[in-house]
């Protein structure tokens, strides 16, 4: 018997735009959404899938090696396989059909990264009602690496917000950033520094903004470790997230913790 349900929230974005004009690939990092989701089913949790459009987030070709799985070949074709064949990641929905099937079906909330969420999540309107729900509930709500930026869908105008950030407008912002849920709350997110070999090696060219500086600017305390690409994880409250791919086992014994308090506490 399942403990209770998790709501994955997948992105659909397969490119992202670079500053100059056009754009660069981009999707979603395949251990950052299995590693967490497999270790909540072993720990007796249904996981259920869901994204803007209702289709599989595209995998982001550099996270699909075994070089995200600590260069164990047998955990990455067991986490492929999974991706590909399990109902819980092929039985797709919207993030529509969650909110008209009621919030109150799931126990908590998980966004992976990858930098697909920074062209769609974050300016997604129905992420920022499933966002405003676990947060007035204060239910678990857990987002890994460029996850975090998916956060500032609750927003009360994200897309004007994530408009601004491109065109490094500061007063709109600033004006912008007010109101925010998650102001004065701890987190983490993907680096400015992390993010430059992702720039110089597979965009060719740069993303318009930081992630710890769009979570700043609506009131975020922004924290990271102290050498890029090593495993961190900040909780505050209802909110846990992870700073990048590496911290997929941290963040999923995180959260599965909450969810073990919250129904303790039930």
């Known amino acids: 018997m399942s403990k209770g349900k998790v709501l994955v929230v997948g992105s ?10 056009g754009t660069g690939p981009t999707g979603q990092y395949l251990n950052e959404t299995v590693v967490p989701a497999m ?9 259920v899938l869901a994204t803007p459009d209702g289709t599989k987030p595209y995998i982001d070709p550099p996270s699909d090696s075994a070089e995200h799985f600590g260069g164990d070949e047998n ?17 797709v929905r919207t993030l529509r059909s969650i909110i008209d099937e009621g919030l109150d079906h799931y126990a908590a909330v998980f966004v992976p990264g990858g930098q697909a969420p920074v062209v769609d999540l974050m300016q997604d309107v129905e992420l920022g009602k499933i966002l405003r729900y676990f947060h007035e509930r204060k239910k678990p709500t857990a987002l890994l690496c460029h996850g975090p930026i998916a956060t500032l ?6 897309k004007e917000y994530r408009a601004a950030l491109i065109a490094s407008d500061k007063a709109r912002i600033a004006e912008l950033g007010k109101g925010w849920q998650y102001a004065g709350y701890k987190m983490t997110v993907f680096t400015a520094s ?18 710890p500086d769009a979570l700043g600017a609506a009131g975020g305390e922004v924290s990271r470790s102290a050498i890029d690409f090593e495993p961190y994880v900040v909780e505050d409250r209802e909110l846990i997230t992870g700073q990048n791919p590496r911290s997929d086992q941290p963040i999923a014994a995180k959260l599965i913790a909450a969810l073990n308090r919250a129904t303790v506490a039930a």
């Open 12 to 21: 659909n974005a397969t490119r992202i735009e670079i500053q100059g004009g």
């Open 39 to 47: 270790a909540l089913i072993d720990a007796g949790y249904e996981v």
């Open 75 to 91: 955990a990455y074709r067991r986490a492929r396989t999974y991706f590909d064949s399990d109902p819980s990641m092929t039985d």
């Open 153 to 158: 869908a609750a927003l009360p105008h994200a």
């Open 194 to 211: 992390e993010e430059k070999p992702i720039e110089e090696n597979f965009l060719h060219g740069k993303i318009y903004f930081t992630m």
